[in-house]
């Protein structure tokens, strides 16, 4: 069964760049067809859909979020890696990965979700 685990430091400062990691089991995040997008959730708000990184590298982020944050992969530890950098009191939340597969003209449905970690932004 195919399980995403959600890592990161829990507390970033306010300017600093916080790294998020996703390790998925299971399943290989280069299997075709299959995505891993990140999600966040602020306190008392709504999802909110961050980008995601496809089986053959690709990505696409959220325009409101892309100039200040990447997403890359290690294949060899089957692990992507969330970067969002110059971090502000916003961007406090709980993050999730999740795995979803496209199904094509944009049709795709999310099978497996990691349980989140929470990320607080605060001096």
């Known amino acids: 069964q195919v399980q995403l685990r959600e890592s990161g430091p829990g507390l970033v400062k306010p300017s600093q760049t916080l790294s998020l990691t996703c390790t998925v089991s299971g399943g290989s995040i280069t299997t075709t067809y299959y995505y891993v997008a990140w999600i966040r959730q602020p306190p008392g708000k709504g999802l909110e859909w961050i980008g995601y990184?496809?089986?053959?590298?690709?990505?696409y982020y959220s325009s409101s979020l892309k100039s200040r944050m990447s997403i890359s992969r290690d294949t060899s530890r089957n692990q992507i890696t969330l970067q969002l950098s110059s971090v502000i009191q916003e961007d406090t939340a709980m993050y999730y990965c999740g795995r979803f597969r496209d199904y094509g003209a944009g049709s795709h449905e999310y099978d497996y979700w990691g349980p989140g970690t929470q990320v607080t932004v605060s001096s």
């Open positions: 990184i496809g089986y053959s590298g690709v990505t």
